[in-house]
């Protein structure tokens, strides 16, 4: 049983019940892991990952993940700033939602239903009473509550929160106990609300679920965690092409973190992979990262066409074998003129705002001021973007 | 129509929506008057019947009042302190407090079909859904319902709210919605409440509902209002007797306010009553008023019966014609020794709390403190309660 906690601690941030889980997994009885979402559009990433991998591993022990669609709470939707509630989400699109959840959540979770069942939380609240609601409201204080970090931040922040929104973990609490849930796997976001499940199964004489958060890392642009406002992110459904690719443009301090996270090599092979130095080998130490991602979504042969499909095209420097070459007819310039020069399609502000973001390099340099003066007098390499690459020529001008 | 506002105003605090109220009585239609209640034990007292007898004048005028159980808030009981939800009262208690309720309102109001119509709460709650009730939840901000004077009183208290209570006035202001209220008397404790109900009104598409708070007057002690706890308070189902001598007890100051909310006595003859100093103008002032009280309840032959009754038993200075004679034989001893040998079947203890709560009184001075020393060396008037006299006589002991 410990090497089971052993493997999931790999990921594991807190465990809030460890001795029910050692206990639990002893018992030999099928668990029930909850695994609740919101109906909203999905785009799974390598950080939701984690969590179906960690769900993966103990259905291949034989337990049942509990897919739970939370289209009760996404069927009320948001009405702040509103004059009247209104769906934010009709019945067709939750369901539409709900099958690309499915979608996505089966390139990591096994869906047979030895091992795998879909519920919804309306089934139980379509048949509550407002009274059983109410009596679930007498359980928990407006203290309680209110010490959510997200809401302690919103009060802060002088934003208002909607009664629908403070009662929201009431809600999720309870699904913990009509579903029976014996354990879920969830970010440190949900830890609040899944502790008060716990709170919510003992009330009501269930056995408490033990709650894992997960390690959360920081997206492929080294800052803030994968987020699709952010687009840093790695999609479960981009392409191998895209997810290697991705790997490869990520900082190099974040090569350990990734490959403890993301994949299953040894963690020996990982700390290996830590320890390699700048240059060359860091290149290779973020190939090998990039190959076990892509082998874990996609199997090996993927990887190994992935792998060298990029060392074909890239050379040992890291650059494209085949960069295009643009020509530009002056000596000097600013570094706006040869973003206009080499992308002549693109419009102006976004161009602009790649080099705000930090995505244009020349020669190496990253320069993010549009008015950044460049002399022209030998070959300049551009890069704007993960992969878009740019020779400048300098042409001498007839004027 | 401002006549039956000014006559509503007597009695009034303060109005929201006092132009909708007079553009409402102007139209003709029959008003829907909320008078919502929860189902614990009732106990009408005059201060409760001060919001019935305004009702009263409106059903005079044809509208008609909606009696509203709140059977559902009821049923879910307040749960603080217990592991288990657990409803506070049977839906048999309900229904027989119900019936009490009833009884005790339709000695001040028509209880005909024409104007008065009973409801429940459950039956627009049992019929909706979790869904919608979230729906009405997004309407309405946590800061909005913790702006609630009670909750931040129990906020700076360090007291609990659980969130039951928290939403409680949601619940409230949509009953408003629900059963189409144009107006509702309520104490200015309910004033957020209905408020609220008029914002729900608005959003949902109703017209608002005008809400008045009427004037609150102390307890027969002249400290408190009037509460079954601090019993100080004239119950609608007291004996005529009895609501007599609880007024003849009042004290002076108290005349005036008690003769403008309790009675229809002119305001000019109320103005006079006030203007009555102390002594025997000052019992006479309270013996109109008493009268008046009586008569708004049981009629004027029934008024005039105890009218007479209470000068046959009293003196002119107020004390009953006959009092019992106690015979003391020591010359010095306790207020608390002449307690017990005037009322030797009380317990010590409640002796002590009639000194306590000041309603001893040994030649009409009040004494507090049960080790006053007492010298008897002529007869002695003493009073422990409203109606309770004894004549303590001196005898000189044997010893």
Redesign the interface.
Known sequence: MNSVIERLRRTTDTIVGADDLRERLASGRQLRIKYGVDCTAPDLHLGHAVNLWMMRQLQDLGHRVVFLLGD??T??????GR???RPVLTPEQIDANAASFLEQVSLVLRTDPDVFEVRRN?EW??A????E???????????Q??SRDM?RER?AAGR????????YP?LQAYDSFAMRSDLTIVGSDQLFNEQLGRVFQQ??GSPPQVVLTTTITPGIDGRAKQSKSLNNYIGLTDSPRDKFGKLMSIPDELVEAYARVYTELPLPTVAALAAAGGGRAARDAKLRLAAAVVTRYHGAGVAKAELDSFRHTFTDHGEPANIPAVTYAAERATILDLLQAARPTESNSNLRRLLRQGAVTLNGERLTDPATPVSLTTPLTLKSGPRTWHRITPVRSSG
Chains 1, 2 share one sequence.
């Open positions: 009760l709470t069927r009320v939707g948001d009405p702040t004059s009247e509630t309306s609240y379509d509550m009473s407002i009274a609601l109410l009596g679930l409201f007498g359980q928990v204080t407006q203290a509550l209110m809401f009060v208002e929160i909607g009664v629908h929104e403070l009662v009431v009330r009501l």
